[in-house]
């Protein structure tokens, strides 16, 4: 079975440009997460889709964060204009729902902003 | 917000000790995971716990959880260099929902 897809794996863009990052869960999974880990940190959660619908979006920087999930499949993250302290990696997971089950991780897009 | 509290935040041990970190909060949690990441990869769940002092084992790594559901420990015996990594709790609260919150981590090194 594959595992949760993202792409790209890495990216370098200088403070106030945008970038997008994409992610492609396991089939069948409905449910998605978006996480930032910035170096020498745990996962924070940016965003949560059940299905295409948004479960919780507290932590997501609304001004310069957006995310969607159309057709509750793949979703994309996109951040514009990029600070230098968006620096991380963002981690993508899904699940089979929202109770006690395993989060599966890809392997996350590493950004630098320059 | 910060709801888990992780110790310590790194660990350097030789080969064949035994080691316990701890994850604490003054949330009680409807359940708790325990994930390890190694770098470059993305976390790997290791454990779900669920009921107030659930004790599971998994080959040479113990977890409990504490009876009021708060805190949470694991405890890995006769540590091997492939336990290096970052070890992660994770918890849901019992009030607010869904969603998956991390502590900081504690990094493991262990050395031949």
Same mark, same amino acid.
């Given at each position: 079975?594959a595992?949760?897809?993202?792409?790209?794996?890495?990216k370098?863009?200088?403070k106030r440009?945008?970038?997008?990052?994409?992610?492609?869960?396991?089939?069948?999974h409905?449910t998605?997460?978006?996480?930032?880990?910035?170096?020498?940190?745990?996962?924070?959660?940016?965003?949560?889709?059940?299905?295409?619908?948004?479960v919780d979006? %507290?932590?997501?920087?609304?001004?310069?964060? %957006?995310?969607?999930?159309l057709?509750?499949?793949?979703?994309?993250?996109?951040?514009?204009?990029?600070?230098?302290?968006?620096s991380?990696?963002? /981690?993508c997971?899904?699940?089979?729902?929202?109770?006690t089950?395993?989060?599966?991780?890809?392997?996350?897009?590493? /950004?630098?902003?320059? | 917000?910060?709801?888990l509290? !992780?110790?310590p935040?790194?660990?350097?041990?030789?080969? #064949?000790?035994n080691?316990? =970190?701890?994850?604490?909060?003054?949330?009680?949690?409807?359940?708790?995971?325990?994930?390890?990441?190694?770098?470059?990869? #993305?976390? =790997?769940? +290791?454990?779900?716990?669920?009921? #107030? &002092?659930?004790?599971?084992? *998994?080959? @040479?790594?113990?977890?409990?959880?504490g009876? $009021? @559901?708060?805190?949470?420990? *694991?405890?890995?015996?006769? $540590? !091997?260099?492939?336990?290096? &990594? *970052?070890?992660?709790? $994770?918890?849901?609260? *019992?009030?607010? &929902?869904?969603? +998956?919150?991390? #502590?900081?981590g504690?990094? +493991?090194l262990?050395?031949?």
């Open positions: 079975e595992g949760v897809a993202q792409s790209p794996r890495y370098i863009i200088e440009q945008s970038v997008a990052f994409w992610c492609n869960p396991i089939s069948g409905a998605l997460y978006w996480y930032q880990q910035i170096l020498g940190q745990g996962p924070k959660l940016l965003i949560q889709f059940q299905n295409n619908g948004v979006d %507290s932590q997501l920087p609304k001004d310069r964060f %957006s995310a969607e999930r057709k509750g499949v793949d979703s994309t993250l996109k951040i514009q204009p990029a600070k230098l302290e968006d991380a990696v963002y /981690l997971a899904s699940s089979t729902g929202t109770g089950g395993e989060l599966f991780f890809g392997e996350g897009s590493r /950004l630098t902003v320059l | 917000t910060q709801l509290e !992780q110790s935040q790194f660990l350097s041990i030789q080969e #064949g000790e080691l316990t =970190v701890y994850c604490n909060s003054s949330s009680v949690f409807s359940s708790l995971q325990w994930y390890r990441q190694e770098p470059g990869e #993305g976390p =790997v769940l +290791l454990v779900t716990v669920v009921t #107030g &002092g659930e004790v599971k084992k *998994l080959k @040479r790594l113990t977890f409990q959880f009876d $009021a @559901r708060k805190d949470s420990s *694991l405890h890995i015996t006769a $540590a !091997q260099p492939g336990d290096t &990594g *970052l070890y992660l709790c $994770a918890a849901r609260r *019992l009030i607010s &929902g869904y969603a +998956l919150n991390f #502590g900081k504690t990094s +493991l262990v050395t031949p």
